[in-house]
């Protein structure tokens, strides 16, 4: 393992960080505690400027290097908030907000891109800029996309990008990675089905949504049964549906809420064309009318191929060729890093998290034993992007 002595030095204190960190959740946007540490800690370190509210509540700090020869700049990112679960780790240094934990292992992925910035400000020995992003509101509120619409890559035109994320069950001390697309995107959709309510006993005299619904959930599961390639990858998953109070009364109208997950964009733009043909004729065919509110969050995630390769060799330095997989299975999670890598050529590569709870499980725990690996990485993914003297 490639680990310098200047990780070993700081692994009991950036330990006790990550689980001050974790003992204080926060979500989405509300990350002001969270991103205070983060910069007090970024001062305290050295670099050379800490820029704050970016993006509502996002950080960036910039390193500059020995020299600057080269003129690039590569972007290093990670992400601060915690998720609405109630923890059940039983850890002294669980969670101490009620209804709120780090389920998601964001609280490592801060502390290890820390450590490397209080690496790289010490050393400098590299040739060119680097930036630290410390993003909110991974889950579910597109904090990437708020830190770019604020000006993330005008201000600082990285020529690279990359993200780490943990993975449960990979053993610690391997890496993961792969090209192309690797995470799904992700959109929520709304359907209302309004009929015409009425007694229960006169069915005749109504437009009953529910049949509608009924109908309507069926011919949902052919968009990817009969409408895509096989080969392709896409979940439509109707998961609520809501109508009426009363078991006398057939109700004026039916909402259902589901997700749609696809790996290609083609696909994603077939379903929601198809889907709303669906709710509107289904509907129409019972006298009703049916309503489609189809809301894209995150873009599919894709690895640039270049960079993949870029990151993987850092990786490979740090845990040795074995210990890198370079056929991380595709997932259709998401991940909101995306809109970045739809700005700038860049990879995000996951670092095994050992035995584990799945991520967002109330019993998950981000492994301090990992905080070593993704630092080593993050200042060996420097050191080679970015070598001094060139």
Not at 22 to 42: C, F, I, S
Not at 253 to 277: F, Y
Request: one cysteine or more; glycine letters at 10%.
């Amino acid at each position: 393992m490639a680990v310098e002595n200047w990780v070993a030095k700081q692994v009991e204190d950036l330990t006790a960080f990550r689980r001050d960190l974790h003992m204080n959740p926060e979500l989405l946007y509300d990350v002001e505690r969270t991103a205070q540490k983060v910069a007090e800690a970024l001062r305290a370190a050295g670099v050379d400027e800490v820029h704050e509210g970016i993006g509502r509540t996002g950080v960036v700090g910039v390193i500059r290097g020995q020299s600057d020869t080269s003129g690039r700049m590569i972007g290093l990112r990670a992400d601060m908030d915690a998720l609405p679960i109630v923890e059940e780790t039983g850890k002294p240094y669980a969670s101490q907000v009620p209804g709120k934990m780090h389920a998601c292992g964001h609280d490592g992925h801060t502390t290890m891109l820390l450590g490397a910035a209080r690496h790289l400000a010490e050393s400098r020995a590299f040739d060119g800029t680097v930036i630290v992003i410390f993003q909110p509101a991974e889950e579910g509120g597109a904090g990437a996309r708020a830190m770019i619409e604020d000006g993330l890559f005008k201000r600082w035109p990285c020529n690279e990008v990359y993200g780490m994320h943990n993975r449960p069950n990979l053993p610690v001390g391997q890496f993961t990675i792969n090209s192309g697309p690797i995470m799904g995107s992700v959109d929520e959709v709304k359907i209302t089905i309004t009929g015409r309510g009425g007694h229960a006993a006169r069915p005749d005299q109504t437009i009953d949504p529910l049949p509608v619904a009924g109908a309507l959930l069926q011919a949902v599961q052919t968009l990817t049964s009969r409408n895509m390639d096989p080969i392709d990858s896409a979940v439509v998953s109707l998961c609520t549906i809501q109508a009426g109070n009363a078991f006398n009364v057939i109700p004026q109208d039916v909402t259902m809420t589901g997700t749609v997950r696809t790996l290609r964009e083609e696909v994603r733009d077939m379903i929601e064309e198809r889907l709303g043909l669906m709710v509107a004729n289904i509907a129409a065919a019972f006298g009703g009318v049916g309503t489609l509110d189809y809301i894209r969050h995150y873009p599919v995630t894709v690895n640039h191929e270049q960079e993949t390769d870029l990151a993987a060799k850092a990786a490979q330095e740090v845990a040795g060729v074995e210990n890198v997989l370079l056929d991380m299975p595709q997932t259709l999670g998401g991940e909101d890093f995306s809109f970045m890598l739809n700005e700038v050529p860049g990879a995000m590569i996951n670092v095994g998290n050992g035995p584990s709870a799945g991520l967002h499980h109330p019993k998950y725990d981000f492994n301090d034993d990992v905080i070593a690996w993704g630092s080593s990485f993050w200042t060996t993914l420097v050191r080679q992007r970015l070598p001094a003297g060139k």
